[in-house]
T-cell receptor, first 110, second 114 residues
Framework: DGGITQSPKYLFRKEGQNVTLSCEQNLNHDAMYWYRQDPGQGLRLIYYSQIVNDFQKGDIAEGYSVSREKKESFPLTVTSAQKNPTAFYLC?????????FGPGTRLTVL | AQSVTQLDSQVPVFEEAPVELRCNYSSSVSVYLFWYVQYPNQGLQLLLKYLSGSTLVKGINGFEAEFNKSQTSFHLRKPSVHISDTAEYFCAVTGRGGSYIPTFGRGTSLIVHP
């Protein structure tokens, strides 16, 4: 079945450590996105990529970094510069405006 | 620029009652409109979408929505809800053509009571 996979589902890290969240898709979509979700705040766009080897900052990119070396993969690194990294992270791909979401990764920084 | 307003953060309703979740948008260009549903600790999944044509759109699980261009609204309705409809619902808009970067509303929590 085609879809978006994110791993791991739950992730715990100590404060000050960088952590990388995985996102893979087999839908052959060009565009991919990373969102952060906090209670009551909806989805906030972190980064997006519309083509391999190119990506753009979203609304809340500070403290995050991404790469897009392959069409299928769009990993997100949460760096130690992100002041409040504990959140639910969602990856998505899209075609003609419709978004296809992964199951999410819940990151807890202790 | 575009924006989405979901007018209710929480909607409680009894099982088998009708429900309407409201969504208003603003955009300087023509838009595509979407409703997504999110169950606890899961990703979002598409309920329905309006791209063009008939303004009444039917989706999964018995939901439907009506696009009203003059009122810039895209309200979601279901004539009879079930306990399993308890979830978070998000309205989203993208501009037609171009980069398709979506804007999401803050979500409406639908709580169905027995």
């Amino acid at each position: 079945d085609g879809g978006i996979t994110q791993s791991p589902k739950y992730l715990f890290r100590k404060e000050g450590q960088n952590v990388t969240l995985s996102c893979e898709q087999n839908l052959n979509h060009d565009a991919m996105y990373w969102y952060r979700q906090d209670p009551g705040q909806g989805l906030r766009l972190i980064y997006y990529s519309q083509i391999v080897n190119d990506f753009q900052k979203g609304d809340i990119a500070e403290g995050y970094s991404v790469s897009r070396e392959k069409k299928e993969s769009f990993p997100l690194t949460v760096t130690s510069a992100q002041k409040n990294p504990t959140a639910f992270y969602l990856c998505a791909s899209s075609r003609a405006g419709e978004q296809f979401f992964g199951p999410g990764t819940r990151l807890t920084v202790l | 620029a575009q924006s989405v307003t979901q007018l209710d953060s929480q909607v409680p309703v009894f099982e088998e009652a009708p429900v309407e979740l409201r969504c208003n948008y603003s955009s300087s260009v023509s838009v595509y409109l979407f409703w997504y549903v999110q169950y606890p600790n899961q990703g979002l999944q598409l309920l329905l979408k309006y791209l063009s044509g008939s303004t009444l759109v039917k989706g999964i699980n018995g939901f439907e929505a009506e696009f009203n261009k003059s009122q810039t609204s895209f309200h979601l309705r279901k004539p009879s809800v079930h306990i399993s409809d308890t979830a978070e619902y998000f309205c989203a808009v993208t501009g037609r053509g171009g980069s398709y970067i979506p804007t999401f509303g803050r979500g409406t929590s639908l709580i169905v009571h027995p």
